[in-house]
């Protein structure tokens, strides 16, 4: 798990006595995470019946997932009101992914995210909005850094390294999320991909 917004946790209620009624499912979380489906209801009663287990992690701590797979958290700067926001590192046999759903702004951030990406042979990146003032309210109130901030860091960069970011994340105000859209066409001209429905990334 990432951290706790509404959308990043609601899903475990299907595994709950309504629902699923699941048996030991792990639960990958962050200490703050952690505490906070521990003592907030209803999630709690999953903990309590054992629907979920936790297993926490640790900021810039690598754990194996099995023979194949391995996966190291990382803080990054996003509105931490109930607990830490998380990015990932994901390393399977050949290749490297990152995946950031959820910051900020890139600048906010203790790492370069251009030399982050060159790092990896994949790059899932928050791709919320497009730009500002794409919807009616202050935009400083949910900050993420809006797509063009993102094309204009790599702009200098080659065009193998602009493929390997893969935009995630989406709201359904962003026309970059629509497929013949001229936004997601000039995206893609330069050489950046959108994430799509059933969308499989071999490591």
């Given at each position: 798990?990432?951290?706790?917004?509404?959308?990043?946790?609601?899903?475990?209620?299907?595994?709950?006595?309504?629902?699923?009624?699941?048996?030991?499912?792990?639960?990958?979380?962050?200490?703050?995470?952690?505490?906070?489906?521990?003592?907030?209801?209803?999630?709690?009663?999953?903990?309590?019946?054992?629907?979920?287990?936790?297993?926490?992690?640790?900021?810039?701590?690598?754990?194996?997932?099995?023979?194949?797979?391995?996966?190291?958290?990382?803080?990054?700067p996003h509105r931490?009101?109930?607990?830490?926001?998380?990015?990932?590192?994901?390393?399977?046999?050949?290749?490297?992914?990152?995946?950031?759903?959820?910051?900020?702004?890139?600048?906010?951030?203790?790492?370069?995210?251009?030399?982050?990406?060159?790092?990896?042979?994949?790059?899932?990146?928050?791709?919320?909005?497009?730009?500002?003032?794409?919807?009616?309210?202050?935009?400083?109130?949910?900050?993420?850094?809006?797509?063009?901030?993102?094309?204009?860091?790599?702009?200098?960069?080659?065009?193998?390294?602009?493929?390997?970011?893969?935009?995630?994340?989406f709201n359904h105000?962003?026309?970059?999320?629509?497929?013949?859209?001229?936004?997601?066409?000039?995206?893609?001209?330069?050489?950046?991909?959108?994430?799509?429905?059933?969308?499989?990334?071999?490591?």
């Amino acid at each position: 798990m990432t951290h706790a917004h509404i959308g990043y946790y609601s899903g475990l209620m299907y595994f709950g006595r309504e629902a699923f009624g699941g048996k030991g499912i792990r639960i990958f979380t962050m200490p703050k995470m952690k505490a906070y489906l521990s003592t907030n209801g209803p999630w709690n009663q999953l903990v309590k019946l054992g629907n979920i287990v936790f297993t926490e992690l640790a900021h810039q701590t690598t754990i194996a997932l099995n023979n194949h797979l391995k996966v190291t958290p990382f803080v990054v700067p996003h509105r931490d009101e109930f607990s830490e926001t998380v990015g990932y590192k994901i390393a399977g046999k050949q290749k490297t992914a990152l995946f950031i759903p959820d910051i900020n702004k890139w600048a906010k951030w203790s790492e370069d995210i251009v030399e982050e990406v060159k790092k990896v042979d994949i790059a899932f990146l928050d791709a919320t909005f497009l730009k500002s003032g794409e919807v009616n309210r202050p935009m400083s109130e949910i900050p993420h850094p809006f797509i063009e901030e993102t094309v204009g860091l790599f702009k200098n960069e080659t065009f193998a390294t602009k493929q390997k970011v893969i935009f995630i994340h989406f709201n359904h105000t962003n026309h970059a999320l629509q497929e013949n859209s001229t936004e997601r066409k000039t995206l893609e001209k330069e050489g950046f991909r959108v994430a799509f429905e059933g969308m499989q990334i071999g490591l």
